[in-house]
Structures are given as structure tokens and as C-alpha cells.
């Protein structure tokens, strides 16, 4: 265990990022699921820009890669421009 209050410190803040970090994950990805099962088109259509802009923040904040990122977002926007 750390014995130095710097260490201490950055152990409590840790954890408490860690949890914020895995919120924000997994809200995102819980959107995103809800996205790919919708059907009606208008309905994906207004989704999307929320969904985009989640996974921005996740990037800015370095939870997941910048790429991945792109690559959900191009997938998603091909989902639903595909919807009828």
C-alpha cells in the first residue's frame, strides 16, 4: 500500500475517474444500441446527433480512441441513411 499523500491522493482520484469514466462508457453504449434497433427513420435521424456528440466527449476525454470513434459514427450514419 502507498504511504505517501500524493499516491494516497491520486489512488482516491483514480478510482473516482475510473467510475465517472465507465458512466459515460457506458451511457454511450447504451445509446448506441438503442440506435441500431430503432427502425423509424425520423426517430434515428434525431438520435444520431446525440449519439455523435457522445462519443466526441468520449474522445476528449480519452476513453476511447479517436478512431474508433470515427469508425462508429461512419457506421451509424450508414444505418440509418439505409432506413426506409
Given at each position: 500500500?502507498?504511504?505517501?499523500?500524493?499516491s494516497?491522493?491520486?489512488?482516491?482520484?483514480?478510482?473516482?475517474r475510473?467510475?465517472?469514466?465507465?458512466?459515460?462508457?457506458?451511457?454511450?453504449?447504451?445509446?448506441?444500441?438503442?440506435?441500431?434497433?430503432?427502425?423509424?427513420k425520423?426517430?434515428?435521424?434525431?438520435?444520431?446527433?446525440?449519439?455523435?456528440?457522445?462519443?466526441?466527449?468520449?474522445?476528449?476525454?480519452?476513453?476511447?480512441?479517436?478512431?474508433?470513434?470515427?469508425?462508429?459514427?461512419?457506421?451509424?450514419?450508414?444505418?440509418?441513411?439505409?432506413?426506409?
Amino acid at each position: 500500500m502507498a504511504n505517501h499523500k500524493s499516491s494516497l491522493k491520486r489512488i482516491r482520484q483514480t478510482v473516482i475517474r475510473t467510475a465517472r469514466n465507465k458512466y459515460y462508457h457506458k451511457t454511450t453504449r447504451n445509446a448506441i444500441k438503442v440506435l441500431r434497433g430503432t427502425t423509424d427513420k425520423k426517430v434515428a435521424a434525431e438520435a444520431l446527433p446525440k449519439v455523435v456528440a457522445m462519443l466526441d466527449k468520449l474522445v476528449k476525454r480519452n476513453i476511447i480512441h479517436k478512431n474508433k470513434a470515427a469508425n462508429l459514427k461512419s457506421s451509424l450514419t450508414i444505418l440509418v441513411n439505409g432506413l426506409a
